[in-house]
């Protein structure tokens, strides 16, 4: 079965990405195909597919962790929230045709929360590359966001200073209503995310710092966590292995 | 008066556009009657977060209190965006 030959339409379909994507993909040397047929048409190894999939959160880890980043691939990267907002309604689209309208909606909400995060409090202050990469591969169940911003902790910072470490901050946005960005009073987007964890067949690992979390239903307690290698913005991963 | 919040889109994510669509719907609520409920159907909106209803219903609400009545409230990240926004009220 590994190494059964798919179309290219149905490797489309378990990347999430459009067919035009994939031929491009092929060209670029990203993702190649086995060309087959009279008319050489595309085909793509099934180990060749599972192995992308397995490669988009160690893309995504990579950059986070990057000493000289640059842009990452255009798929993957969404400079403004524009492209965000566009982007996460093609993910609702493709999970709305897999899922009921249910769970999409939670599974959009926390991305988007967490996607729009990044851009709220990092506009006009991003260290080095400016937006976010956001990928998924729906196949896996997975939906990958992360950010080179300030993190959680310099943000916190401005409305909390005795705050010191990343631990602590994460702690905070996590269960508090607080915002960052004074004077605004609200700020409730991790702790949104949260709830909707907890109550539901979903998880997320999320890394600021040296802080890190995994969360997933039923948890009362933070597990924070000191991650092997520090990052300076966020670095999320929601799973939805579970949900229908 | 009633406000389709389905005209604003149906994945309401961000805090701009929860702001931009307070400030483009100021001219109709300017012309609601007194007294009159000012309805909010959520019907159609599959996905909403806190910081979008941050930008368009706290300020409703603080405007016109009682007088504001959501309908149409079922969809799971409606009413997990509704509980966050109402345990801070």
New interface residues.
Partial sequence: MQNRLLSISEAARLLGVSIDTLRRWDTSGRLTSIRSGPRGHRFYKQSDIERFLQEIEAMARDWAESVNPVKPNPDVYCQTRDVFQARLETLQSKLSKIMSIETVSLIVAVAGEIGNNSFDHNLGNWPDIPGIFFSYAIRNRKVVLVDRGQGILTTLKRVRPELTNSRDAMKVAFTETISGRYPESRGNGLKFVKSIIVKNPLSLYFQTGNAQLYLKKKDDQLDIQQAATAIKGCFAVISFEELS | MTIDLNKFG??L?????GKEAWLAYQPVLKEAPQNEKIIVDFSGV??????WA?EFL?PLREKFRERVELINTD????K??L???N??R
């Avoid at chain 2, 969809?75 to 409606?78: K, R, V």
């Fill in positions: 149906t994945t994510v961000s805090r701009p556009a599959v996905v909403l977060t806190p910081s941050d706290t969809n799971p990240s409606i997990a965006t509980e966050i926004l345990e801070n």
